[in-house]
């Protein structure tokens, strides 16, 4: 089962450390394996429950990504932005 599967009561109760999200990225792993191997096999319908789990695991993962503030973004810098465009497009920058 998968560790995402936590009983109401606990829920918004856990620390969410490296560990645990080491241990989704590894589960997601494994979901993934296996779903590439039943489709391989042709039973495209016994992977249908391990896609849902996998889909639920992204969605924890990634409310974990947008909630911690150490994932801002870098600021972007235009006049750089701009330089490397008109190097992609051939302008050069002189």
């Keep these: 089962m998968s560790i995402v599967f936590v009983p109401k009561k606990l829920r918004g109760k856990a620390k969410v450390n490296q560990e645990t999200i080491q241990r989704l990225?590894?589960?997601n792993d494994q979901?993934?394996?296996?779903?590439?191997?039943?489709?391989q096999k042709g039973r495209a319908a016994e992977?249908?429950?391990?896609q849902q789990i996998l889909h639920r695991n992204?969605?924890?993962?990634?409310?974990i990504a947008d909630a911690s503030p150490d994932n801002t973004p870098p600021p972007t810098n235009s006049t750089?932005?701009?330089t490397s465009?008109?190097?992609v497009n051939g302008q050069g920058g002189s």
Excluded at 47 to 50: A, F, I, K, N
Excluded at 58 to 63: D, E, M, N
């Design 85 to 87: 465009m008109s190097t």
């Design 58 to 63: 992204i969605v924890y993962l990634a409310t």
């Design 31 to 39: 979901l993934i394996r296996c779903i590439t191997e039943y489709m």
């Design 25 to 27: 990225l590894d589960e």
């Design 80 to 82: 750089s932005n701009e």
């Design 47 to 50: 992977c249908v429950q391990y």
